[in-house]
């Protein structure tokens, strides 16, 4: 099993049609992702080939369920048409939209997340690398060439220490890997992911990576006190951040204690969680970890724990 995204599951690219679009979908399909079509008012009707594949091009993303059956939706359009596409596929009934492009405005996400919250439509996103399942498929930008299908699962802020981490613990290998993005305004959380993973049979180890600026790392490890039983292992970026200053996302800035790397880390640690002080040690914890549930027999049954 995996969370959000798996074998059966078909995805329309809205954007599909554009430069990021065409490279990403061709990737996507590479990983064995059933991309089922594109989505392009002006191009509705066409096809576009992908090496073996002819991916038809729909009008709407409504055409585009109600011809393949579709129940996710990527979504590479620019910033100032990304809250119409995401109010698009919500009132289409689309499961899961999925929302790489970066820039979008806060006023325009906090839209478009309250928009599809209401219709029942979960958003991975924005300014996020999407997700993976390891061998099942890949919905987004994440390379699916890094790692392998296992046990453990991760949830991102950051789109590079996810791929780092895909890549450190390739050997291990992952059940699902999903980058939720770090602007201030996301749709799906690490409180949900981590609720997902800690009901998934098939992933035995989490892994959270957070970064500096906001609550939702303490939030999480809150979370994870109260009602996650498998073990926690996490990476908080921006120990050296200054005060005062964004550093890369929109989100990662702090104020005095508030929203620092220590805070975290500590708020993680006083959970449970054993927290990596670089990505390195992140992956050595995990392995660590998984040793200690192997002897134990935690990691291969039905219950871990930290």
Same mark, same amino acid.
């Given at each position: ?9 078909? $995805? ?59 129940? $996710?939706?990527? $979504?590479? !359009? ?20 999925? $929302? ?22 979960? !958003?991975? =996103? ?86 500096? =600026? ?58 449970? !969680? ?28 039905? !219950?871990?724990?930290?």
């Amino acid at each position: 099993m995996a969370i959000y995204l798996t074998k059966e599951s078909k $995805v329309l690219v809205q954007g599909m049609t554009g430069a990021e679009g065409m490279k990403h979908t061709r990737r996507m399909l590479a990983a064995g992702t059933d991309v089922v079509g594109g989505v392009n008012p002006r191009k509705a009707g066409r096809t576009v080939d992908f090496d073996d594949r002819a991916v038809p091009v729909f009008g709407s993303v409504r055409d585009g369920i109600e011809a393949t059956g579709a129940d $996710v939706t990527v $979504v590479f !359009v620019p910033p100032a048409f990304s809250k119409a596409a995401v109010t698009e596929a919500a009132d289409a009934g689309i499961g899961l939209a999925v $929302v790489i492009t970066e820039g979008i405005p806060v006023h325009d996400a906090v839209a478009f997340h309250a928009y599809a919250k209401e219709r029942g439509t979960r !958003v991975i =996103g924005p300014n996020c690398p999407g997700l993976i399942t390891p061998g099942q498929a890949n919905a987004g930008i994440i390379p699916a060439d890094i790692t392998k299908p296992g046990r453990v699962g991760l949830v991102s802020k950051s789109g590079t220490l996810t791929y780092q981490l895909m890549y450190e613990l390739r050997d291990i290998g992952f059940s699902t890997c999903v980058g939720i993005g770090g602007d201030p305004v996301v749709g799906t959380t690490h409180i949900d992911c981590l609720a997902a993973f800690e009901d998934d049979p098939d992933t035995g180890l989490i892994v959270l990576i957070g970064e500096i =600026g906001g609550d939702a790392e303490e939030r999480a490890a809150a979370y994870i006190r109260r009602a996650v039983t498998k073990p926690v292992v996490a990476y908080i970026a921006g120990f050296t951040a200054p005060e005062g200053k964004t550093m890369g996302h929109a989100g990662a800035i702090v104020s005095g204690s508030s929203g620092t790397a220590k805070a975290k880390q500590e708020a993680l640690e006083a959970a449970g !969680v054993r927290v990596g002080a670089t990505p390195t040690e992140t992956a050595r914890l995990v392995l660590d970890r998984l040793g200690a549930c192997r002897d134990s027999n935690h990691y291969g049954g039905d !219950v871990t724990h930290r």
